[in-house]
């Protein structure tokens, strides 16, 4: 693999993604790389809820105050090498848009939830990324 020079590494603050963060967060110091953290707002997927989630999802203004959270934990890695970013749109678009447009050597995705709902919306994020992106992409599974 070439040298990274900016990781992306999209978060939803799910186990999973915080996972994933970690291991962003370990490449990028490893190799001097900036981490964009990225969390998108679907502005653009109305999925109909047959249950409730186990978990309540964040609140909108909550969401800004988890980023900003997800960067401090990323900087107890990889002190200064972290940046937030809030997007608005499809998830799958909107990160591998950000990652061409914004020059990504790498995007880092969590994988492998387990409620049934929060699963199907993962892989299907993770599959369009692996289907859209114009770099590797890693995905952390549950038990690394």
């Known amino acids: 693999m070439a040298a990274l020079r900016r990781i992306c590494c999209p978060v939803d603050f799910s186990e999973a993604s915080r996972r994933a963060l970690f291991h962003a967060a370990a490449l990028a110091a490893e190799s001097h790389a900036q981490l964009d953290i990225v969390h998108v707002e679907d502005g653009g997927r109305h999925v109909p809820v047959v249950f409730a989630p186990p978990a309540p999802f964040p609140r909108p203004a ?22 937030p970013v809030l997007l608005s749109g499809s998830p799958g678009e909107s990160i591998t848009r950000f ?3 914004m020059g990504v050597d790498l995007i880092v995705l969590g994988g492998g939830s ?31």
């Open 99 to 101: 990652a061409r447009e």
């Open 114 to 144: 387990r409620p049934l709902l929060a699963r199907l919306l993962r892989e299907s994020v993770v599959e369009e990324v692996l289907d859209r992106a114009t770099c590797p992409v890693l995905v952390v599974p549950p038990r690394a």
């Open 62 to 83: 909550s969401r800004r105050v988890d980023l900003e959270a997800c960067v401090r934990e990323a900087d107890v890695v990889a002190p200064g090498l972290s940046v």
